[in-house]
């Protein structure tokens, strides 16, 4: 089999993207000398890559495959292949937005108002074709960062900035006046990686066993051994992804009842499990739901 080249995205999102890997079933070991970690799967090979960059090395066939946030793919205009979006309740892997921002109380209230003006942003290409789309003649100056200050220093009239939910911006004396995209991270693909039968059979291997790290992110498995006359008393108040499993036990008069729940309804729902004749209750972490 021919090695499938993956990309690590090298900054906020590395620890989190080696975390998610490992749920999924591969251990990556990196050093601080070097860009290539090692994974214990012969056939993949890993570099790490600025998530700014990772969509250019993706489409250029340097990598098969790479994770990145959809704001860089959009960014750098790359001709590549989402195949799965990945969102989770982790600070990294948390949707953000690509916002329009000025200084409260600025005469400026739309993107329209700013025929003529500057802009300062780390996204300097999607930023120029919004405006161009619109029809609207703008200044666009790249940010190498602390965006936020540069309009209190007269150095540009608006920003395009990314937030979760603002509250930076409010707090630099900034208000938004338009939402440009929604981001988040995502496993795209090289074209013609994915055409190749051998590379993206692996390709949809990671992905499936990445999706499934993520359903299981906040979900348990609970077990417990029930009186057979109270099955429907346990069985009713147990929410479930599927209708629970029953299993015979040796004594007929008993049953082995599990299920997958919210790690955060497990605390509430052991003393109703209790008082309905519910013994023996194990609660087990999940790895992967498929």
């Given at each position: 089999?021919?090695?499938l080249?993956f990309g690590?995205?090298?900054?906020?999102l590395?620890?989190?993207t080696i975390?998610?890997l490992?749920?999924?079933?591969?251990?990556?070991?990196?050093?601080?000398r070097?860009?290539?970690?090692?994974i214990d799967?012969?056939?993949i090979t890993?570099?790490?890559v600025?998530?700014q960059?990772m969509s250019?090395?993706?489409e250029?066939?340097a990598?098969?495959?790479?994770?990145?946030?959809k704001?860089?793919t959009?960014?750098?205009?790359?001709?590549v292949?989402a195949?799965?979006?990945?969102?989770?309740?982790?600070?990294?892997?948390?949707?953000?937005?690509w916002v329009?921002?000025?200084p409260?109380g600025?005469?400026i209230?739309?993107p329209?108002?700013?025929?003529?003006?500057?802009?300062?942003t780390?996204l300097?290409g999607?930023?120029?074709?919004y405006f161009?789309?619109k029809?609207?003649?703008?200044?666009?100056e790249?940010?190498?960062?602390?965006?936020?200050?540069?309009?209190s220093q007269?150095l540009?009239?608006a920003?395009?900035e990314v937030t979760?939910?603002g509250?930076?911006?409010?707090a630099n004396?900034l208000?938004?006046i338009a939402?440009?995209?929604?981001?988040n991270?995502q496993?795209?693909?090289?074209?013609d990686?994915?055409?190749?039968p051998?590379?993206s059979?692996?390709?949809?291997?990671i992905s499936t066993?990445?999706k499934?790290?993520?359903?299981?992110?906040?979900v348990?498995?609970?077990?417990m051994n029930?009186p057979r006359?109270?099955?429907?008393?346990?069985t009713s108040?147990?929410?479930?992804?599927?209708?629970p499993t029953?299993?015979?036990?040796?004594?007929a008069?008993?049953?082995?009842?599990e299920?997958?729940i919210?790690?955060?309804?497990?605390?509430d729902?052991?003393p109703v499990?209790?008082k309905?004749?519910?013994?023996g209750?194990?609660?087990?972490?999940?790895n992967?739901l498929?």
């Amino acid at each position: 089999m021919s090695v499938l080249k993956f990309g690590i995205p090298k900054g906020s999102l590395e620890d989190s993207t080696i975390e998610l890997l490992r749920k999924s079933g591969w251990r990556i070991t990196k050093s601080s000398r070097s860009y290539f970690p090692y994974i214990d799967d012969p056939d993949i090979t890993c570099s790490l890559v600025r998530a700014q960059e990772m969509s250019r090395y993706v489409e250029l066939g340097a990598l098969d495959c790479g994770i990145t946030g959809k704001d860089w793919t959009e960014e750098n205009h790359s001709d590549v292949e989402a195949v799965c979006d990945l969102v989770y309740s982790k600070a990294s892997f948390r949707p953000t937005r690509w916002v329009l921002a000025v200084p409260a109380g600025s005469p400026i209230k739309s993107p329209e108002d700013l025929e003529g003006k500057r802009i300062s942003t780390e996204l300097t290409g999607f930023t120029a074709r919004y405006f161009a789309d619109k029809g609207i003649k703008v200044d666009v100056e790249f940010s190498w960062g602390a965006t936020e200050a540069k309009i209190s220093q007269g150095l540009c009239d608006a920003i395009v900035e990314v937030t979760e939910t603002g509250s930076t911006l409010r707090a630099n004396g900034l208000v938004i006046i338009a939402d440009l995209m929604e981001s988040n991270p995502q496993l795209i693909a090289n074209r013609d990686a994915m055409a190749d039968p051998v590379r993206s059979a692996k390709i949809e291997q990671i992905s499936t066993l990445l999706k499934a790290a993520l359903a299981a992110e906040g979900v348990v498995g609970l077990k417990m051994n029930v009186p057979r006359a109270q099955l429907e008393a346990v069985t009713s108040a147990l929410p479930s992804v599927t209708a629970p499993t029953v299993a015979d036990l040796l004594e007929a008069d008993w049953v082995s009842v599990e299920t997958i729940i919210s790690e955060k309804a497990v605390r509430d729902l052991v003393p109703v499990l209790l008082k309905a004749g519910a013994v023996g209750i194990v609660e087990y972490p999940l790895n992967k739901l498929i």
